[in-house]
């Protein structure tokens, strides 16, 4: 059981460049989102989606754009990229209980934008 | 809105002394609160939440809804204790915005 699959791990990008973070889930999660972690700022969500079809936005939209036409993937795009946009960026997924259940985190990837 | 406040950036203590990481938070409604860990080299994940009222690894956490605060507690740290904890909070119901706080990372001195 692979759990949260975030790909890739490490990316270097100029500013402008274009990219985009998979992320996969096996459990048939309908919760899935992403979150990005800079120093002293903690967590911060980004996008999230409780099924196929349905996205909405977190507290960092800007710069980013999600979609979700599968249960299973929940890729995030950066259209043109900026070093404010450097940071761990974080996918999760949870079944969708009203975020009482556990959400399941990828091991994150880390993105530099030069 | 809701806010998730950790005052302390960095805790330090030695092993055997009790451990406090604060939480308060702040939300309209009747919030879910939950306390995420993060080890060195591992995945983020769920440490306890407070409708389980369960104890995960020694540590418990209580609403206290009056003074808004989910403070995680541990009479004995031990070493392997050491990691980056957050606090996060949803709203429940059809609120699906999970926030977390700024986190705290705790030092367990041997």
């Known amino acids: 059981n692979a759990g949260v699959t975030q790909t890739p791990k490490f990316q270097v990008l100029k500013t402008g460049q274009s990219m985009t973070l998979q992320c996969a889930q096996d459990m048939n999660h309908e919760y899935m989102s992403w979150y990005r972690q800079d120093p002293g700022m903690g967590l911060r969500l980004i996008h999230y989606?409780?099924?196929?079809?349905?996205?909405d936005q977190g507290e960092v939209p800007n710069g980013y754009n999600v979609s979700r036409s599968t249960t299973e993937d929940f890729p995030l795009r950066l259209l043109s990229a900026a070093p404010s946009q450097t940071s761990v960026y974080f996918c999760?997924?949870?079944?969708?209980?009203?975020?009482?259940?556990?959400?399941?985190f990828g091991e994150g990837s880390r993105l530099t934008v030069l | 809105a809701q806010r998730v406040t950790q005052p302390e950036k960095l805790l330090s203590v030695f092993k055997g002394a009790p451990v406090e990481l604060k939480c308060n938070y702040s939300?309209?409604?009747?919030?879910?609160l939950f306390w995420y860990v993060q080890y060195s080299r591992q995945r983020l994940q769920l440490l306890l939440r407070h409708i389980s009222r369960e104890s995960i690894k020694g540590f418990t956490a209580d609403l206290n809804k009056g003074e808004t605060s989910f403070h995680l507690k541990k009479p004995f740290a031990q070493e392997e204790d050491s990691a980056m904890y957050y606090c996060a909070l949803s709203g429940g119901g059809s609120n699906y915005k999970l926030t977390f706080g700024k986190g705290t990372l705790l030092t367990v001195n041997p």
């Open positions: 999760a997924s949870s079944k969708l209980q009203g975020l009482t259940g556990e959400l399941f």
């Open positions: 939300y309209s409604g009747s919030p879910e």
């Open positions: 989606s409780v099924g196929a079809g349905i996205t």
